[in-house]
């Protein structure tokens, strides 16, 4: 078998799961587009740590790490075991890369995991090992983190960084609000960069892209996409559109 692409997924509020559109139907349709995986990594925005730290607990509990939404939302819950088996081989070769990570036993799945894939594996058969980003590091050292995790996507491993092409929680609007201007301009970049595989650009987006500040007050949502590119190859857009008016909901495969 070829190897897995990376993945990056933008995967927007936490109702993700109990609203509907072309998001919802891309990621249940995911597994159809991509071989399904022996396992998966995910690199999430809401996992910052110091250190990089890689769960290892057998079966990770459902964090509801947000408040305000309609209360059948804090009744799901996504049942996928995880790997410790696969966590020390992600400490190894993180370990190997020059790296100093951490293990954790008892991190759950936050949402920036489990919204998206309780669509995309709803029975949750796919075990999934965790690993957080360092939200004081630059996109070059979250590089460099995922291309030492290439090697897994030879193992029928997926890597995936769940986060945000765009997020600014200052212009939040309601559901289906149209993008401004401002955030489908960043959008846009993004895409095209990507599209190019100009690396240097996308590593320097911060003084590059338009409004870049704007549409990333602070960094870590970004972040996962820099492992996602780091552990794959050349990029390509397979999903956009956007929610609550400032959320891009763009998703890039690379291989």
Sequence with gaps: MPPLPSLFISHGAPDLPIRSGDTQDFLRQLFQTIPIPKAIVAISAHWLTAQPTVSKAEKPTTIYDFGGFPSHLYELSYPAPGSPKLAETVVEKLTQAGLTPRTNGNRG????????????????????????????????????????????????????????????????????????????????????????????????????????????????????????????GTGQQIHHGFTYGAFSMAAYRFD
């Design 109 to 232: 799945y936050d949402h920036g995991v489990w919204t998206p894939l309780i669509l995309a594996d709803p029975a949750g058969t796919i075990p999934v090992v965790q690993l957080s980003i360092q939200p004081y590091e630059t996109p070059t050292y979250h590089l460099h983190l995922g291309k030492a995790l290439t090697s897994l996507r030879d193992e029928g491993v997926l890597i995936i960084g769940t986060g945000a092409a765009t997020h600014n929680m200052g212009a939040f609007d309601r559901y289906e609000a149209p993008p401004p201007d401002w955030v489908k301009a960043f959008d846009d970049w993004l895409a095209d960069t990507i599209a190019q595989n100009d690396i240097q650009s996308l590593l320097n987006y911060r003084q590059i892209a338009p409004y870049a500040e704007k549409n990333h007050p602070t960094e870590e949502h970004l972040l996962p996409l820099f492992v996602a590119l780091g552990a794959g």
